[in-house]
Structure formats: C-alpha cells, structure tokens
C-alpha cells in the first residue's frame, strides 16, 4: 500500500481484506500510522485517528502469522495503552477505556498466572517455543502498567492486572 493520506488510507484499510495485502504493506501502513499518532506536528484528534488506523491494521497484519493473535493483542495493548497515556481515557471511544484494554489482554492470556509463574521459575531450562509463549504473554501484559491504576482500588480487574504486573519482571 503506497503512502497515502490519512482518508485514503482509513479507507483502504477498512477494504481490503487481510489476505489482500502482504505483510510488509500491512506492516508498512503500520509503522506510519504508529509514527503519526506520535508526533506532535498533528493535532491531537488526527492522532487519535492515526492510532485508531493503527489497531485497524493490527487486526489484519497478523492474520497469517503463526501465534498471530496473541501478537496482536501485545501490539494492540501497547497502542490502546499509548492512547490512554497519552490522550486520556475517554468513555466514547472503546480504544481508550482502560478496563476495556484490561479485559481484552486478560481475556487473551492462554495460561493460567500460577503456570506461568511456575514456568517463570526456570525459564533458561525451558525449550524455546515456551520462552516464546512466555515472553509474548509479557508483551501483552506490560502495556497495562501504564493504565492499571486508572481501575478502582477495589475493582478484581485491576487486582488480576496488578498480580500478573508482579509476575511480569520474572519472564523471560
């Protein structure tokens, strides 16, 4: 997908399927979009748009990737996180509400906290592909550390997020 405007590009992304491009012009749209929703040369509400493209094109580029989804949340989770920081936390805009982010990496975590903690314990001894599974699991938790304390105290959200932060320091 050859550099275009923002318009342009919101509208080739919303259709083209995933299959429809290859990964380096998904990946491409992507670095630029990440690049925009940085810079302060733009204004903040064609930021937040830049990072909206940003997630739409996350859905699609891993598509095709072997541990595609997981990939995603963990880049997901770093945007959505980014926008929050960033932005602030808008109860409009499902990208930027942080119980919502919470959610969606819990949700997608396909272990249990006391097995990768176990697995934790001796990561240098575990065969590669569980180095991996571990280190994308921390991928996708440690964007949260940025936006956790924007849940209630007593919210059991925030203490699931809370107690998959303490064991994020022990992965690999």
Request: hydrophobic content about 40%.
């Amino acid at each position: 997908m050859p550099t275009q405007g923002l318009e342009e590009l919101e509208e080739r992304v919303k259709k083209t399927a995933a299959t429809e491009a290859s990964t380096n012009d998904w990946e491409q749209v992507r670095e630029l979009s990440v690049g925009r929703m940085q810079s302060s040369r733009y204004a903040v509400e064609e930021r937040i748009r830049w990072g909206h493209l940003t997630l739409a094109v996350l859905s699609k580029e891993y598509t095709q990737a072997a541990h595609g989804r997981i990939k995603s949340v963990g880049e997901s989770a770093r945007v959505r996180a980014y926008m929050i920081q960033e932005f602030g936390a808008c109860e409009s805009d499902a990208a930027r509400q942080p119980a919502l982010l919470c959610t969606y990496v819990m949700e997608n975590i396909d272990m249990a906290r006391a097995e990768a903690a176990s697995m934790a314990e001796d990561w240098r001894s575990r065969p590669r592909e569980q180095l991996l599974h571990l280190r994308r699991i921390k991928n996708m938790v440690a964007p949260l550390a940025t936006v956790q304390h924007l849940l209630g105290v007593d919210d059991p959200l925030r203490q699931e997020v809370e107690a998959w932060l303490a064991l994020v320091p022990k992965l690999p």
